[in-house]
C-alpha cells in the first residue's frame, strides 16, 4: 500500500533515451495503467520503480520517501515480468514460495506452503506445484510468475504485460478476474500494456507513453473522449479514428468546417467554436471516431459526402469499411453482411456532435461537442 | 535421423567400434607396455609374462609420488585460480556493456591460439628475474594461459543464456545481488562450469612445455618426470609407460565421474534459445 510519484525522470541507455522527463503521481489502492506502442519505455518506467533501473535524473518516492539509491530487494515491491523470468532450475512451488524464503520477506515453512496453496488455486496452477517451467505452457508460465507476485504483499504490484502470451480467451477471463482480484487485494497496481481493451477496461487512470514522454494522464473516460493529443487518439480504438484537416469558413454568423471539399453542412458546435475564437485558429484537425460516421449507399440528404467504397473486412460480428474521399481514406464500422464491392459509391454522414477538435500545429487536443467524459478542459 | 533398419545399425556399430579401436590403441598399447620386463620389450607382441616389476620400481622411492602431487597441486590451483577469476570475467563479458569488451574478449581467446613455444623465450627470462621460475606459482601462474580462456568462453554463453530477467525477479523477490548470484546463477551455469574446469583441467595437467621450460629441480611435474626414464644408454620403456599410465588415470576417472555434465556442458551453453 503505497502512493508513488515519479518526478522529471529520465533514463537513458547510451544514447538512447528510453524516459525523458516523466513525471507520474499513483495513488494508494490505486489501478495505474501505463499503456503505449512497443518501445515506449513502459518496461523502463516499471523498472525505475522496481529499483532495477537507476534513473539519470529525478526522483522516485514511495510514501513521500525518496527512494531512488534504495536497492530492488529492499523497496517491498512484487513485479510480474513479460517474459516470466521464471527460475528454470526449480519446480513451480519454490518458484512462488521463493520471495516468501528470501532474507527479507521470510515466513516460516508451514506458513509459506498455505500460501502457495492458496495462491496456486486462484491462477488455477495447484496441480502443476511439483513441475519444473519447461514442462509448462506459456500461460500456465504467465501465471505462475503471477503466482509469485501475488503470494507476497507488497507495497506496489507492478505488472508487465502479464496476459499478452495468453490465448485470446484465457485473455479475457484473466482480465476480468483481475479486475476481481484488484477490489480484493486494495493494493497499489501499476500495469503495462500496449492493448487498449486492457488499458480502458481495467485502468482506474491510464498514463499513456510514446517516446519516452507521457502524452497523457487521466481515466479512461478522458482518455478515449478528450484524447489529449492526436497519437492518444489514434492508440485507442480499433479501428483507428479518423483525422481529417478542415478549415474554417465563415459565413455570415454562422462558422463551417471544410471538410473534404464540402464547407456548407458542417457547422462548428458552439462550445468549440468559442475556444477555436481564443486561440483564432485558421485550421483544425477533426477526428471523428469510426462509430460517428454512418453511410448510406442513396444520396439521402444534402449533408452526406459522396465517397467511393476502397476495401471491406468482415469481421464477423461487425465490419471495417473504408471509403475513398478527396485522397483520405475513411474507416467506418458497418455490418458483416454488407454487399460493399470496391468502388460502389458511398454518401456518408460525420456526427460533428462526437468530434474532436485538434490544434493543426500542435495537434494537441482543443475541444469537443459531446459533454461525455466528464468536466470540460480547454 | 531414426534409422531402425538392423543393416544399417550394424553398419553404424561397426564403424563406431572400429574408430575405437583406433582411438584407444595407443592407450592400450601404453598399458600393456608397462607390464612388460625391459628384456621382453622388442621381441614379445602380445603374449609375454605380465609382471608388476615397473611399478614396484616406480614406486619404492618417493620421488614418483612427489611429481604426482607437484602435478596435482599446481593443475588444481590453476583450475582454482581460473574459476576464481573466470566465472567473474565471463559474467562481466555476458552481462556488462563496456568499451573494447569484444577485442578483450578476443585476447583471452587468443591465448590458446599462440604456440606456447612463442611466448616461453620472454617467460623465461622474466620468471628467472623475479623468481617465479621454478615454483609452484609461476607454474600456476602460466597455466593460466591454458585453463582461463575456456571457463571464460563456455561460461559467457552460459551467461548469456539467462535473462536479466531472472536476476532482476531475484533481486524483486528480496535476495540480495550476491545471494542471486549463488542461489540462482550458480545453480544454472553448473554444468558449463563442470565441464569448463575438468577440459581445462586435462589440458593443464598434460601441459609439458610450460612445466619443461619454466621449472626446473623445484616442481617437476609426472609430464616432465616421464623424460627421466630416458637415459644416456637406455630407455625404460616399461616404467615410462607405467609413469604415464598413473598420471592419465586421475583424468579418466574424473571424465567417467562426470561424463554427463561433460556432454551437456559443453553443448548447451552453445545454443542459444
Redesign the interface.
Known sequence: MADIALKQVTKKYKQHTALNGVSIDIKDKEFFVIFGPAGAGKTTLLNVIAGIAVPEEGVVTMNGKVVNSIEPEDRNVAMVFENYALYPHMSVFDNIASPLRSPRYRQPESKIKEEVHRVAKILRIDWLLQRLPSELSNGQRQRVSLGRALVRSPEVFLMDEPLTHLDAKLRHQMRAEFKEMQANLNTTTIYVTHDYLEALSLGDRIAVLNEGRIEQIGTPDDIYYRPATEFVAEAFGEPEINLLTAGIVRKGGEWYLNLLGDSDHFTVPRQVKSVIEELQLETVRVGFRPKDIKYSFTDDSASMLRAAVYSFEPLGSKAILTAHAGGQLIRLIAPADLEARPDRPIYLKFNVDEAIFFDERTRRFIARAGEKGGRFVG | MGNTNPFSKLLKNAALLLYALFALFPLFWMILISFKHDREMFNTVFLFHPTLENYKVLFSSNEYIGYFLNNVYVSVGAVLVSIVVGVPAAYALARF?FKGKENLAFTFLSFRFAPELLVILPLFLIYQKIGLYDTYFGLIWVYQLISLPFIIWILRGYFEDI?P??E?????????WW?VFLK?IM??IKPGLVAAALLSFIFVWNNFTFALLLAGQGVITTTVASLKYISSDTVHYGQMAAAVTISALPEVILALLIQKHLVRGLSMGAVKG
Open positions: 556493456d535473462s530477467e531472472v532482476h525477479a531475484g533481486r524483486v523477490d528480496g535476495y540480495s545471494r540462482i545453480p544454472l
